[in-house]
T-cell receptor
Framework: AQKITQTQPGMFVQEKEAVTLDCTYDTSDQSYGLFWYKQPSSGEMIFLIYQGSYDEQNATEGRYSLNFQKARKSANLVISASQLGDSAMYFC??????????????FGSGTRLQVQP | EAQVTQNPRYLITVTGKKLTVTCSQN?????MSWYRQDPGLGLRQIYY???????DKGDVPEGYKVSRKEKRNFPLILESPSPNQTSLYFCASSLTSGSADTQYFGPGTRLTVL
């Protein structure tokens, strides 16, 4: 089974509008971290936001917020007031705790967001 | 500036010619890792290191070697590159191997093996 599922291969949003990128995850660990990364066309991987499994509040970082619903195992990224520079590929990723000794990030397949003027 | 650096950023080489991709971080991170990114396959971990002299295989280690002689450096070695190792490679580091620690990525190395 996929550990991280991003069901939206591509999304369009108008400039200045908000957009939600979906992410569901699967783990049997109690302790895990959820991350969102942005990959622009230039290729680098930019960290955006983190949510811990024990965090009761949803994480926020500037225009980015994470809608964390633990019971539903979802961790959706919300970008408010979209800008043209937000056009990029967005990856949801998970870092598990106890059972995965490698401590690797497991990535979803990504969502390509295009912001239209 | 806190960062992960990789060199070279772009490399075109031929089958069988040994190469090394360097990775360095200035954040005193214990954990370092190499990933490769391929269309349709996403990002997959190649090797990782929990600390100096402690390395282990990830999901796709075949054809690669690593070493961690110093805390800041984690080079990726391709002893005999083949065309199926053409990929975008990322080095990443985090403070520790804990699930709460963010992995910060280098700018990537685009490798083409002819």
């Amino acid at each position: 089974a996929q550990k991280i599922t991003q069901t939206q291969p591509g999304m369009f949003v108008q400039e200045k509008e908000a957009v939600t990128l979906d992410c569901t995850y699967d783990t049997s660990d109690q302790s895990y971290g959820l991350f969102w990364y942005k990959q622009p066309s230039s290729g680098e991987m930019i960290f955006l936001i983190y949510q811990g499994s024990y965090d009761e509040q949803n994480a926020t970082e500037g225009r980015y917020s994470l809608n964390f619903q633990k019971a539903r195992k979802s961790a959706n990224l919300v970008i408010s007031a979209s800008q043209l520079g937000d056009s990029a590929m967005y990856f949801c990723a998970m870092r598990e705790g106890v059972y995965t000794g490698r401590r690797a990030l497991t990535f979803g397949s990504g969502t390509r967001l295009q912001v239209q003027p | 500036e806190a960062q992960v650096t990789q060199n070279p950023r772009y490399l075109i080489t031929v089958t069988g010619k040994k190469l090394t991709v360097t990775c360095s971080q200035n954040m005193n991170h214990e954990y370092m890792s190499w990933y490769r990114q391929d269309p349709g396959l996403g990002l997959r971990q190649i090797y990782y290191s929990m600390n100096v002299e402690v390395t282990d295989k990830g999901d796709v280690p075949e054809g690669y070697k690593v070493s961690r002689k110093e805390k800041r450096n984690f080079p990726l070695i391709l002893e005999s590159p083949s065309p199926n190792q053409t990929s975008l490679y990322f080095c990443a580091s985090s403070l520790t191997s804990g699930s709460a620690d963010t992995q910060y990525f280098g700018p990537g190395t685009r490798l083409t093996v002819l």
